[in-house]
């Protein structure tokens, strides 16, 4: 029930913005006779409460809020399209200074005007922002794990300029009862522990506490990407419903985690960590208040793009009395689960979640502290104990209650060596409210402008991929001999700046100073360790013998001037060091004229293996030109659909001509890869190539034709649409035969996030989601005594979705219910669906 | 129907050594029914002692359609934003601290989008 009440506050606060019908002149040159009645910045997730904006979804909603009263459009004046312009104009110049938030490395914002509410001489003008801000943020401030008692509940409004935190807990389930508490975060400026924390949480049937201090650090290696570690004292009583008696634990534990890099080739991450522990493990469940300690160990990997996402996770734990001299047990647990959010159409996925585990102990049972061995219920235990890494500990089987599922044999032994559990969901989209309304998806303008960004996202993301190559090692290499021209070179400066200076001198040598550092700068990036992306965009530079762009022949140039300086004075003699200094530039920069090349190399593409796709886009030509004489037999559109579809496919139309164009053109070997590319490159579904978004809306122009009871006219756009579809998927395939330049390939990868996270953003976010769910959960317990038997739960429910946190309430019943059990039970969770994974 | 619509799409990046942010945003507005203009923005921002800090933002107009269409449809190549990274930055750095207009820098962002 924890954060119910919140996301309930946020639902019924929210405002949701409906286009008006009223309907306004389709040119807005059309309004130059008409008043502006009210201008307003509205965007998706909007509350009535400025302060309850600024507290949910930080400073980006209310830097927009305070810019609405001074944006250049203003109520009571004429409309001018000037005015109208300047205004969007100033909300993408907020837009662009916006800073992104903590853990945010994307942002992609869509700013869309409209005039709406028209009368006979007024409009209303409202500016739609669309962005991705809020919705990152909404998932980094709630919590995955319905176990613990943490609550990351910190929008940046709260924050001080270090971060301290202090956030309220209050939450509600079976077993523990209504149960309220507190949470508190200090940052620091310790490079060991960045962040204290203490949180407490009490109920009349139990308490929590927990004590930790936490660092993380980039490392950046390969297979130690991010990690991070934990100092932790965790005080538990925990009540298990129907009994008396609670589980208590008390636990000191020093934890690391790490995290290889991302795989370019997929998105999948490998991790690895482990915990030492100790402490006491007592039930009054029959056994006596024991010492003990533990070493864990864990391994596992998330993978899986947004649609199918999975994460297998394995785990040991070695244990034993704190005073004994043998092991106690080991306990080994699996965690495999599966996720799939089918989108069979924009915003309207189905949801399917699947998770297997299970777990075994090697010991005698009565050396196995209580709280260490196998229980479950709604709300299973955790095996690591982290935020960031979640291990089931013990069967989930949602028809009881927390630690309810507990008895093996059906005698009074609490736990059990060994389980199995299934669980599934499925929740079915029925209604939603989206993100980006879905007519905004078929724009082929902002289609054109999203294909831009990713474009150029992707070549940001070349520097990274050339820096990784042996290639570059060898101009590293080269580079690192510029070192002692440098040297020199800031010897003399230094000797100059010690003696009295004339004027013209003096500014020869500040300019000469400026050349100097810049060149410094530019080699101490290149010769960097480990090398960074900006590493390669300097040695570009470096290796150019262009004037204009080469720190090295820069700092030649100014050398020379400040050596005719001194010549012209009485300091003839300083300008000696100076001019061979000159020299020595110049003979550098010669002498790395070519080095960079082999790493262009990687960048460039071979126009020869292209020379069989440029001969077929002729074909292609022609089938463009068959179905544009078609869809110009199209006349009678009065239907307004079918007005819209028309314009949309003529839109789609000219993109595809004018890059075919630019591709059949004669044109340089790095512009014939460019513009192939640029005709034919899917950006997801998102942003289409322009031929695969006419084909697609030449297909929803067919289906309205028909609904319009203009089927004849829709039957003659079939041949000249199968022909272009049939050209397309040619190129498309011979394009995909040849093996693009080793750095775009790379970059393609890396840029996939990106692509990634503008898909989820535009076609699959919804504001509001709801959806029926059906749960089915499996789950059996055993031990040297018995085994519970297949245990069987079911039950309906129903799943509420606020952008990408996932409410689910239903009730499971008992299927297989013995006398002394319950009916069943309500299950209530709250998750984060990752869509911007 | 017109044919030009006004449309801003800003997408804010942060480099992979966590201290620089690049933000390129491309805003189209309409001066009638028919003719666009486009604004690039070109926003760097530098970590300046734990928090990320503007140096300098510019904005370049490009009023020739066919040029800005061309660079909508190719997007931006590496080369060229290595050079926003590098000499055009590094001039940047140079300007006084707030600075909003510099023609000579606008100029050379102007010549490279118009490549």
């Known amino acids: ?837 | 129907m017109a044919k030009c619509k006004e449309l801003s799409v800003t997408l804010a990046l942060l480099m992979p050594d966590n201290k620089r942010q690049i933000s390129l945003a491309v805003n189209r507005g309409c001066i009638d029914d028919n003719t666009f203009v486009f604004d690039i923005i070109f926003v760097l921002r530098d970590l300046v002692d734990g928090e990320f800090q503007d140096r300098v933002k510019l904005r370049v107009t490009i009023g020739d359609q066919s040029k800005a269409q061309a660079l909508m449809d190719r997007g931006l190549k590496a080369s060229q934003l290595d050079f926003l990274q590098g000499p055009v930055t590094n001039k940047a750095k140079r300007l006084p601290e707030g600075t909003t207009k510099d023609p000579a820098t606008e100029k050379k962002i102007a010549d490279i989008v118009n490549q």
């Open chain 1, 1 to 837: 029930m924890r954060l119910l009440v919140l996301a309930g506050i946020i639902a019924m606060m929210i405002v949701l913005h409906g286009h008006a019908e009223a309907s306004c002149p389709e040119s807005l040159d059309a309004l130059s006779t008409f008043t502006v009645r009210d201008v307003r910045i509205a965007t998706p997730l909007t509350l009535r409460s400025k302060a309850a904006n600024r507290l949910f979804f930080g400073s980006l909603g209310h830097t927009l809020a305070a810019l609405e009263s001074s944006l250049a459009i203003r109520p009571g004046q004429p409309f001018t399209r000037a005015a109208y312009d300047a205004a969007q104009l100033q909300i993408t110049n907020v837009l662009g200074e916006a800073n992104l938030r903590t853990r945010e490395r994307v942002r992609l914002t869509l700013v869309i005007p409209a005039v709406e509410d028209c009368t006979v001489d007024s409009v209303v003008v409202i500016y739609r922002v669309y962005s991705t801000d809020a919705f990152s943020y909404l998932a980094n401030i709630l919590e995955f794990s319905p176990t613990t008692i943490t609550q990351d509940l910190v929008p940046p409004g709260a924050r001080s300029a270090r971060g301290h935190v202090i956030a309220p807990l209050l939450g509600y389930d079976a077993s523990r009862g209504l149960f309220g508490g507190s949470r508190a975060t200090v940052q620091t400026n310790s490079p060991v522990f960045s962040k204290l924390g203490a949180a407490f949480a009490g109920s009349a049937r139990g308490a929590a506490a927990d004590v930790h201090a936490t660092g993380e650090r980039d490392i950046g290696a390969r297979f130690l990407e991010h990690g991070e570690w934990q100092l932790n004292y965790r005080y538990r009583s925990e009540p298990i419903a129907d009994i008396d008696p609670n589980l208590r634990s008390t636990t000191v534990a020093a934890r690391f985690i790490g995290t290889t890099r991302a795989a370019t080739a997929g998105p999948i991450v490998f991790r690895y960590g482990s915990t030492v522990e100790a402490g006491r493990r007592q039930s009054d469940l029959g056994q006596p208040s024991e010492p003990y300690a533990s070493v864990k160990a864990y391994v596992g990997s998330s993978f899986g793009p947004r649609t199918i996402q999975g994460a297998a996770s394995y785990g040991v734990e070695v244990g034993k009395a704190l005073h004994a001299s043998e092991l106690g047990f080991v306990k080994h647990v699996v965690d495999l689960r599966l996720t799939q959010r089918l989108l069979a159409r924009a915003h309207v996925p189905i949801q399917l979640e699947s998770a297997f585990n299970a777990g075994w102990i090697q010991s005698t049972l009565t050396r196995i502290p209580v709280a260490e061995r196998f229980y479950g219920g709604n709300a299973p235990p955790e095996f690591v104990g982290a935020d960031s890494w979640k291990i089931q500990d013990g069967p989930r089987l949602r028809s009881f209650p927390q630690h309810a599922f507990n008895r093996a044999d059906g005698g009074d032994t609490f736990g059990a060596t060994r389980f199995l559990s299934g669980n599934f969901t499925f929740a079915p989209t029925v209604w939603h409210y989206p993100a980006v309304p879905d007519e905004l998806l078929d724009d082929p303008q902002l289609r054109s402008a999203l294909a831009f960004q990713l474009s150029s996202t992707k070549e940001a993301f070349v520097s990274d991929c050339a820096v990784r190559t042996t290639e570059f090692n060898d101009v590293v290499s080269r580079v690192g001999a510029v070192t002692d021209v440098l040297r020199e070179l800031t010897t003399w400066r230094m000797h100059l700046h010690s003696i009295p200076l004339p004027d013209p001198v003096a500014a020869a040598l500040a300019d000469l100073d400026a050349a100097g550092d810049t060149l410094q700068n530019a080699v101490a990036t290149v010769l960097r360790h480990p090398p960074n992306a900006a590493a390669f965009p300097r040695a570009r530079l470096l290796t150019s013998d262009d004037e204009d762009l080469s720190p090295l022949l820069q700092a030649a140039v100014a050398s020379e001037a400040l050596a005719g300086a001194l010549e012209a004075t009485s300091l003839a003699s300083e300008a000696v060091p100076v001019r061979q200094s000159a020299r020595a530039l110049r003979t550098a920069s010669m002498s790395l004229g070519s080095v960079f090349a082999p790493v262009q190399a990687l960048n460039t593409a071979n126009p020869d293996s292209y020379q069989g796709v440029v001969q077929d886009l002729p074909s292609l030509r022609m089938t463009l030109e068959a179905l544009s004489r078609e869809l110009m037999t199209i006349t009678a559109v009065h239907a307004e659909e079918v007005a819209l579809l028309f314009e949309t496919a003529g839109a789609h139309l000219t993109d595809t001509f004018r890059k075919l164009s630019a591709a059949e053109a004669p044109n340089s070997p790095a512009e014939i890869y460019d513009d192939l590319e640029s005709l034919m490159t899917d950006w997801g579904r998102v942003a289409p190539s322009s031929p695969r978004s006419l084909i697609e809306s030449v297909h929803r122009l067919q289906d309205a034709l028909v609904a319009a009871n203009l089927a004849a006219a829709a039957r003659r756009l079939d041949a000249p649409l199968q022909e272009l579809e049939r050209a397309f998927v040619r190129i498309a395939d011979r394009l995909r035969n040849i093996r693009r330049p080793a750095l775009q390939s790379c970059a393609f990868g890396e840029a996939a996030f990106a692509v990634r996270v503008a898909d989820a953003a535009f076609r699959e976010l919804n504001i509001f989601q709801l959806s029926p769910a059906w749960v089915l959960d499996i789950a059996r317990l055993t031990s040297d005594t018995g085994t519970s038997g297949a245990r069987v739960g079911s039950g309906p429910g129903l799943r509420l979705s606020i952008a990408t946190v996932d409410v689910t309430v239903a009730y499971v019943f008992n299927l297989r219910r013995r006398p002394d059990e319950r009916r069943g039970a309500f299950f209530f969770s709250l998750d984060v669906t990752d869509l911007f994974r």
